[in-house]
């Protein structure tokens, strides 16, 4: 673990892929139609292997404020962050989305935005993000489980995106449906959950500057696996409001229902804000381990570290109650 | 044709059992498991390859000896159905090998849940109070535990010099072995978040074998009845 620390001091975002780097690779990419399609192609052969070469760069991204201190906070390497993860679509195991994940066809892509909107309809990925006003941020990312990590996410404010469609002063609520496509997902049939996979924010949280609406990682093109080609990250709660592959928004006037809190009522939330003092009723939630740290020794921060930040949305509110 | 086979199967699970490297062959198939897992976390702790154990080395480190654990159990458990099915008595000399091996397995289990979990590597560290409200809260721990509790006792009773000492009450005792395992299978089904197919399976095999004992002991009631007239 001591090495891997300095493994990851090593690796600073910045050195990862600096901006004249980018924009070679991004011209070699758009003259080239072949280097393109050989890296796409070397995508769909060999899952898992080299997946940060064979993925498309996005237009460079500006530094956001929003980062971490990496003495404390090393980033994970792009292999952890897309080899381990739950994306019950794929598979219940870990290791199942980078597996499946290659075959998805993520383009076209549609979102459809209804409810309590002004400006509803059908839109295109470029219509909701602007690609232009990439912010690289650096989140701590804390799993339900005890795991955590910190990625360098691409995207935009979530509230940016919502601007866009003008939600109604009425609207209280915003949910998230991730895509369905058994041809594609084999585990549909095998993980045991109800389809689609449902999340939701109430209104201020989703316009909070934090929330983060993802598109890519480690300065790339997102990952099937880590949710392309759109999707949300909010980094006080636990992963699983996060949801990935999104391809509906809606406005609403009441609580969305959430796919984990309707399966196992007493063990997640609506709210699912990091919490120490809140036990799932398994495990305690009072530590946390640092991939690819084994142990359990790292003490959860309240809202996840963020508290500064959003505690005063939950002012009042009893978070043993709504947890 | 049922017979046919099952007879070839005798003969090659006599052949094989009657090599006389079988005993040892057996012990080294179920030290291989600790020695791949051992030389994984070789190269992750002391040989700085952080990708060895996978992303997440200390569910690689209790999936893994839990599993093997479980599996060499039902194994076990498969020993004395096996031997009556075909007919080979000999079968028998590896069932308290294979039994402590299941317990050896669970013992690295807990250990390591022990010092990643609880953090056990130093007094100072530990969190006793920790495991004490896993134990009682936690039911698929519980569970758990409850398993290993009976696999302790089980594998410190194997010894033929206990097997005298407790005479009748050896075999009361180590019929527990069924609750172990019954208990493992619940422990493995409680800690599933969604998908509970791969401990069903495994429930399903331990029901198999635990339905075989009950025709087992019908068939054995029936022949002691059918010979009560005979005998008097």
């Given amino acids: 673990m001591i090495i891997r620390i300095k493994t990851s001091a090593d690796v600073s975002s910045s050195e990862i892929t600096p901006e004249h780097v980018y924009r070679s690779r991004r011209e070699f990419m758009q ?12 995508a769909l052969l060999v899952p898992g292997a080299r ?3 064979a993925q498309q760069d996005l237009p460079a991204a500006k530094k ?7 003495s404390v906070d090393p980033l994970n390497t792009f292999e952890q962050i897309t080899s381990y993860n739950n994306y019950y679509e794929f598979g219940a195991r870990k290791d199942d989305p980078v597996r499946y994940a290659g075959r998805l066809t993520v383009k076209p892509w ?12 059908n839109y295109g990925v470029e219509d909701l993000v602007n690609f232009n006003q990439l912010e690289e941020r650096i989140y701590r990312h804390r799993c339900v489980e005890r795991w955590s990590m910190v990625i360098p996410w691409i995207g935009v404010s979530l509230s940016e995106v919502l601007k866009k469609v003008q939600p109604q002063p009425s609207a209280k609520y915003v949910e998230f449906t991730t895509l369905v496509r058994p041809n594609e997902m084999p585990g549909l049939q095998t993980a045991g959950l109800d389809w689609p996979y449902l999340e939701g924010l109430r209104m201020d949280e989703a316009m909070h500057p934090l929330t983060l609406m993802v598109v890519g990682l480690y300065g790339k093109v997102l990952p099937n696996q880590n949710g392309a080609p759109l999707r949300v990250h909010i980094p006080w709660k636990y992963g699983f409001k996060s949801g990935k592959s999104i391809v509906r928004i809606r406005l609403t006037d009441m609580q969305p229902h959430n796919t984990w809190a309707v399966q196992t009522p007493n063990e997640y939330g609506f709210y699912a804000n990091v919490n120490p003092t809140v036990d799932h009723p398994r495990w305690s939630q009072a530590r946390e381990r640092r991939l690819p740290s084994p142990l359990l020794n790292r003490p959860t921060l309240i809202f996840n570290g963020y508290g500064d930040q959003v505690a005063s949305l939950y002012a009042g509110m009893d978070l043993r109650k709504f947890y | 044709m049922a017979t046919r086979l099952r007879e070839r199967l005798a003969a090659l699970v006599a052949a094989a059992v009657g090599w006389r490297f079988f005993k040892p062959a057996v ?6 498991p600790a020695i791949w897992l051992g030389y994984r976390a070789w190269r992750f702790f002391l040989g700085g390859d952080l990708t060895a154990l996978g992303v997440d080395p200390s569910a690689t480190l209790e999936h893994e000896t839990g599993k ?11 020993v004395t159905p096996l031997r009556r099915l075909l007919g ?4 028998q000399i590896v069932r308290r090998m294979l039994g402590v091996w299941s317990f050896t397995y669970a013992a690295l289990h807990v250990s390591i849940y022990l010092v990643v979990d609880q953090l056990c590597y130093s007094t100072q560290t530990c969190d006793l109070s920790g495991i004490w409200q896993d134990v009682l809260k936690r039911r698929f721990i519980f569970a758990g535990a409850t398993a290993f509790v009976i696999l302790s006792s089980l594998a410190i009773t194997s010894t033929t010099g206990w097997q005298r000492r407790l005479r009748k009450n050896w075999q009361r005792l180590h019929r527990l072995v069924y609750v172990a395992a019954v208990a493992a299978i619940v422990h493995f089904v409680w800690i ?7 401990p069903l399976r495994w429930g399903f095999f331990l029901a198999v074998l635990l339905a075989l004992r009950v025709v087992f002991a019908i068939q054995k009631r029936r022949r002691a009845r059918v010979r009560l007239p005979v005998t008097a």
Avoid at chain 1, 64 to 70: E, H, I, K, L, Y
Avoid at chain 2, 88 to 91: D, E
């Fill in chain 1, 31 to 42: 003259t080239t139609a072949a280097g393109a399609l050989g890296a796409v192609a070397g």
């Fill in chain 1, 51 to 53: 997946l940060d070469a």
């Fill in chain 1, 64 to 70: 956001s404020a929003f980062t971490v201190d990496q």
């Fill in chain 1, 110 to 121: 549609t979102v459809k935005v209804d409810g309590l909107v002004n400006k509803p309809g």
């Fill in chain 2, 27 to 32: 012990f080294v198939a179920c030290l291989s």
């Fill in chain 2, 68 to 78: 093997t654990a479980l599996i060499v159990l039902l194994i076990t458990l498969s």
């Fill in chain 2, 88 to 91: 080979v008595n000999r079968l």
């Fill in chain 2, 192 to 198: 599933q978040k969604s998908d509970i197919r791969e």
